[in-house]
């Protein structure tokens, strides 16, 4: 028997099979300690690589001395303190030439330096990368203060040359250096992460930087001991951490030659104290604004 035409297939009574859901991701923005997922920084260990490698890069291409810039800096800092405060004003130096004096402070005051400014910088100088993919927003000021460590490695390399044309051979206590570096690298991120979250809602913070770096150089003993701070004002300097960073560098490399300066001690414990706190309560608080960076930046 034939089948009328205008009979109605049954597959086309059948309701269809829904379609399986694709899976999402749902970010939602956490409280409490843990909040801080710091175990995700290992997992985007290679996004933390290449940022790192890329603000190296990025920093002397196209440009016209290229590498140079990394001892030019720190070498012509130098030449003019040496001027300055070594012959004009005769700035004691504890028995050491002056020129090294300054130059073994000088190595670890501008890594600290440069490794707070990008830091502090990070988010809205990579504002089209935070609001285009997810990634732990801690990695952008972590990889500027790492990105600062090659620097760091060259010019002291030119500090070891100077070093061996003056016949100031390094002291024992150079085996301390790596923990020194360590504090002056975590000193930088914490008070980084502070102006970094600060600085995507209050842009003005940008401008602010370079002057607190100013002040901060002159808080710190680069081109002056801080044996001649008088001994009633001098507990001040150990609220600095930056103080037991370049007084250690100081000692570790120029002991032989130094005279009335103490090894790092106390002074260095308390820094560390004083670093740990503003490291973790910035933590803290970049993750606490984190979920803000997005919209604002």
Do not use: C
Not at 130 to 135: A, E, N, P, Q, V
């Amino acid at each position: 028997m034939a089948s009328n035409s205008n009979e109605i297939p049954v597959s086309m009574l059948t309701p269809a099979a829904p379609a399986t859901a694709r899976p999402q991701l749902v970010l939602e923005p956490t409280r409490g300690w843990r909040s801080l997922q710091l175990q995700r920084l290992w997992h985007y260990r290679e996004l933390l690589y290449f940022l790192v490698w890329r603000d190296v890069k990025v920093r002397y291409k196209q440009t016209l001395l290229g590498v140079i810039w990394i001892v030019l800096q720190p070498v012509v800092s130098m030449i003019i303190f040496t001027i300055i405060f070594g012959l004009l004003l005769r700035v004691p130096s504890n028995g050491a030439p002056y020129p090294i004096f300054a130059f073994a402070a000088l190595l670890p005051w501008q890594y600290f330096a440069n490794s707070l400014t990008r830091s502090a910088t990070s988010l809205v100088d990579n504002s089209q990368l935070l609001t285009k993919i997810y990634f732990p927003r801690l990695i952008l000021p972590i990889a500027g203060v790492l990105s600062g460590l090659a620097d760091l490695g060259v010019a002291f390399l030119v500090l070891i040359g100077l070093m061996f044309i003056y016949g100031i051979p390094p002291t024992a206590g150079i085996v301390l250096l790596p923990i020194l570096v360590l504090l002056a690298m975590l000193t930088a991120l914490g008070f980084g992460l502070w102006l970094s979250a600060l600085n995507v809602r209050y842009r003005d913070i940008k401008h602010i930087i370079p002057f607190i770096v100013q002040i901060w150089m002159y808080a710190t003993p680069v081109i002056y001991s801080s044996t001649i701070i008088p001994e009633r004002f001098r507990f001040l300097l150990a609220l600095n951490p930056m103080t037991a960073v370049v007084e250690g560098f100081r000692w570790t490399l120029l002991g032989n030659v130094l005279v009335n300066v103490q090894p790092p001690g106390l002074l260095s414990v308390f820094a560390s104290l004083i670093t740990l706190v503003v490291l973790m309560s910035g933590i803290v608080f970049f993750r606490t604004t984190e979920r803000t960076f997005a919209d604002i930046v």
